[in-house]
């Protein structure tokens, strides 16, 4: 079958740092994709990882290693706008079919 | 940057009636759309692939006669939840590729959310 887990919760201070993990296992890989979910609102996009290693983008950082199927991402200098479900998804195929994970809710308390 | 839009936002409609939502994406062409489903405090299930010209591609577990998906346009693709019943509630996303962009980033609509009672 095919698995993406991440922690289902996670709860950090305004101005700390937070690595949401997310290991997988799927029957195609394509590419690793990190979104910013609002509660009611559709997905951002925030980071996509296809080779091994790290992408930064300002205060959002990811890391992908496929031979482990293994991606964080990293959230530095917390904002109270952070707090947010972040997902990690798997494109299994060429044509960009995703596989999301359950979430990660982040809560930034003051 | 690319947009994709989605109508209605929100829709209540009564159990056993049929309800459209229509994926627009409005500044570029997509000739692959996708269309998701999310419970509440779950994530995005992926229901079927819409290709335009072309008939679409269900989940396992997906009914294909009761999401009905046509793609007639480069630029939209429309669902049908057919005979709804109130289990059929949920969020309903899709999203686009832009055939010209980059490869792999897909844009997000804004979501409608049906409730059926």
């Known amino acids: 079958g095919q698995n993406i887990d991440q922690p289902t919760e996670m709860t950090a201070t305004e101005g700390a740092i937070v690595q949401i993990n997310c290991t997988y296992q799927?029957?195609?890989?394509?590419?690793l994709f990190w979104y910013q979910q609002h509660a009611g609102e559709a997905p951002t996009f925030l980071s996509y990882?296809?080779?091994?290693g790290l992408e930064e983008k300002g205060r959002f950082s990811s890391f992908l290693s496929r031979s482990k199927g293994y991606s964080y991402l990293l959230l530095k200098e917390l904002q109270m706008k952070d707090s947010a479900s972040y997902l990690c998804?798997?494109?299994?195929?060429?044509?960009?079919?995703?596989?999301f994970g359950a979430g990660t809710q982040v809560v930034v308390t003051p | 940057g690319a947009v994709v839009s989605q109508h209605p936002s929100w829709v209540i409609c009564k159990s056993g009636t049929s309800v459209k939502i229509e994926c627009r994406s409005l500044?570029?062409?997509?000739?692959?759309m996708f269309w998701y489903r999310q419970f509440p405090k779950q994530s995005l299930m992926l229901m079927a692939t819409?290709?335009?010209?072309?008939?679409?591609?269900?989940e396992q577990g997906v009914e294909k006669d009761k999401f009905l998906i046509n793609h007639a346009s480069l630029t939209l693709s429309t669902l049908t939840v057919t005979s709804a019943h109130p289990e059929d509630s949920s969020f309903y996303i899709c999203?686009?590729?832009?055939?010209?962009?980059?490869?792999?980033?897909?844009?997000f609509g804004p979501g409608t959310r049906l409730t059926v009672t």
């Open positions: 998804a798997v494109q299994t195929d060429s044509w960009g079919k995703l596989q």
């Open positions: 999203s686009a590729r832009d055939q010209a962009g980059n490869p792999y980033e897909q844009y």
């Open positions: 500044d570029f062409q997509a000739t692959t």
């Open positions: 819409s290709n335009e010209g072309s008939k679409a591609t269900y």
């Open positions: 799927t029957s195609g890989f394509n590419g």
């Open positions: 990882n296809v080779l091994d």
